[in-house]
């Protein structure tokens, strides 16, 4: 599947410290510290109702990392997928009645408009889980050889699952206990009521062809993929056994990462599988969070159709902190038109108090935990400062205009 628009990203001088991210496993917030190239996997859309500002704030919160890791002079090999068959968008084809795969290309196509508008690096592999079922069901296929995946004893329908015991790490990722695990299994995609399953927990696999629905031929026998084993067979062949960071919301902690690095730390048996697991609070409104399933959803594309400026829906998104749980309003995008406003007059002067300080203050902010609140206050300090006493410097207005744009994405 192709990926979107590349993105220019300005040079700024100096460097800056370690990035620092909290790792949902350890509970910390933990030095990153990637190789030449850092490996990031981040789960990609499930290709309908997109792009909505909860999907946006979630990539925007990685393609910070994204840049912080480059200005820190590392390459990042990124690699993102697209959940372009599965239960939930089956289900909303049928809602709408739509061709599922017409539904898939449409809304994939729109989230890759909407992430050049934001100005998102763009992943260099961009994989559908259609395009990839022969190396998933090749996975599946070895977990089941190996012993750490089995068939229920189910003589019509002899789905595959993986067995959960087998890392002997199962729940690491989460930390989450047996009853939160159950539960969540439940009301994200499992079926722990599922008879003739060893543990409750225990994930699918391989969906054995059921009438009616889309199905792959393949050595299990024709069927299609459960959700988890796609982003391991994607990140694995392209990234291989461990990666740096392996993102995504909050809501995808378990059973969704959980499962994940458990099948692909049963395949290559290095453990852990990334090394940081970063996850994004909720975006809400009006205080639910914003999904599909409540429907009460706010379009990147619609505030676009109104002529709402790309970087301030960023802005407006990176207000607030990225692991926080957060709600969209009118007044946090009223506020970020402002502030861009406010931050475009002050780099258009001629010239302005020295930016050397505020670039050292943007690099130590977004390395410590992507504190964007405190690094936003920053800009707000010295764009006062410019427009208020004005200043000497004939370099920094440029100097602000290439920082922000490089670490920030914002493009004044
Ligand atoms: N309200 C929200 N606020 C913040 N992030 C959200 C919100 N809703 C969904 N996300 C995140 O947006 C990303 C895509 O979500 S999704 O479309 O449901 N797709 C999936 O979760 C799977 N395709 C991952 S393999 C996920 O990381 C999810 O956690
Ligand atoms: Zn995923």
Redesign the pocket.
């Known amino acids: 599947m192709h990926t979107w628009a590349p993105v220019d990203v300005p040079l700024v001088p100096g460097e800056g410290p370690p990035l620092r991210l909290y790792d949902t496993s350890t509970g910390r917030v933990r030095p990153t510290a990637p190789g030449r190239e850092a490996l990031m996997y981040?789960?990609?859309?499930?290709?309908y109702?997109?792009t909505?500002?909860?999907?946006a704030?979630?990539?925007l919160a990685f393609d910070l990392v994204n840049r912080l890791w480059r200005d820190l002079g590392h390459d990042v090999h990124y690699v993102q997928?697209?959940?372009d068959i599965?239960d939930?968008l089956l289900e909303r084809a049928a809602r709408d009645q739509d061709d599922w795969v017409v539904l898939g290309m449409r809304e994939t196509a729109l989230f890759r408009e909407d992430m050049e508008a934001l100005r998102v690096i763009p992943p260099r592999h961009y994989i559908g889980a259609v395009e990839a079922m022969g190396e998933i069901s090749e996975l599946v296929g070895k977990l089941l050889a190996s012993g750490a995946a089995y068939r229920v004893d189910d003589a019509e329908f002899p789905d595959v699952y993986f067995d959960s015991a087998v890392t002997g790490h199962f729940g690491y990722e989460s930390n989450y206990d047996e009853e939160t695990m159950l539960r969540f299994s439940a009301e994200r995609g499992g079926d722990p009521e599922r008879p003739g399953k060893r543990s409750p927990l225990d994930p699918l696999l391989w969906r054995m062809a059921r009438d009616g629905e889309p199905h792959w031929e393949s050595d299990l026998g024709a069927g299609r993929p459960g959700?988890h084993v796609?982003?391991a067979a994607i990140a694995l062949n392209r990234l291989g056994p461990q990666i740096d960071l392996n993102?995504?919301?909050?809501?995808?902690i378990f059973p969704?990462h959980e499962c994940g690095a458990a099948h692909a730390e049963a395949f290559t048996g290095v453990h852990p599988f990334a090394r940081h697991y970063t996850?994004?609070?909720?975006?809400?409104l009006d205080g639910e969070?914003?999904?599909?399933s409540r429907g009460n959803l706010v379009f990147v594309s619609k505030l676009r159709s109104e002529g709402v400026d790309p970087n301030a829906i960023r802005i407006a998104l990176l207000a607030g902190h990225y692991r926080e749980d957060r709600a969209w309003t009118g007044a946090l995008l009223d506020e970020a038109n402002a502030r861009l406003a406010r931050w475009r007059e002050a780099v258009a002067l001629t010239a302005a108090p020295a930016a050397d300080d505020l670039v050292t203050s943007l690099r130590t902010h977004l390395a410590d935990d992507l504190d964007t609140p405190r690094a936003i206050a920053a800009v707000d300090a010295w764009a006062a400062q410019a427009l208020e006493r004005r200043g000497s410097d004939e370099t920094a207005p440029a100097l602000v205009r290439d920082a922000l744009d490089a670490l920030l994405g914002i493009r004044l």
Do not use: F, Q
């Not at 969070?289 to 599909?292: D, I």
């Open positions: 981040v789960c990609g859309i499930t290709p109702d997109a909505h500002l909860g999907h704030a979630t990539y997928n697209v959940t599965d939930p959700w796609e982003c993102g995504g919301g909050s809501d995808l969704h996850h994004t609070g909720m975006i809400g969070k914003m999904s599909k």
